[in-house]
Nanobody
């Protein structure tokens, strides 16, 4: 089993910054892609940013230039630096990790979510 622990959410004023962290632990033989998603009330969960094992990244158009995803492979941790936050960024943010066990079976797992609220 693999567990993801997210942290860093909270309440911030528009224009402010937050940094989310997601640490993976457990039976991980090899980490693959790591990503952040978000879900606002009444909306579907959407991809915010993704980073491959090689460090390639891609972002939702709505966050390009404001958010930065990064990872620390030694710590099995993915980060999301969020700058110039807007009220429309308000959502529950979830991390998702793709990993392989020692038998090369592929798994995906989700974090529990962390609330980000941006006030106007």
């Amino acid at each position: 089993q693999v567990q993801l622990v997210e942290s860093g959410g909270g309440l911030v004023q528009a224009g402010g910054s937050l940094r989310l962290s997601c640490a993976a632990s457990g039976n991980i033989f090899r980490l693959n892609a790591m990503a952040w998603y978000r879900q606002a009330p009444g909306n579907q969960r959407e991809l915010v940013a993704r980073i491959t094992s090689g460090g390639s990244t891609d972002y939702a158009d709505s966050v390009k230039g404001r958010f930065t995803i990064s990872r620390d492979n030694a710590e099995n941790t993915v980060y999301l630096q969020m700058n110039s936050l807007k009220p429309e960024d308000t959502a529950v943010y979830y991390c998702k990790v793709v990993y392989y066990n020692r038998y090369d079976f592929r798994y995906e797992t989700w974090g529990q979510g962390t609330q980000v609220t941006v006030s106007s």
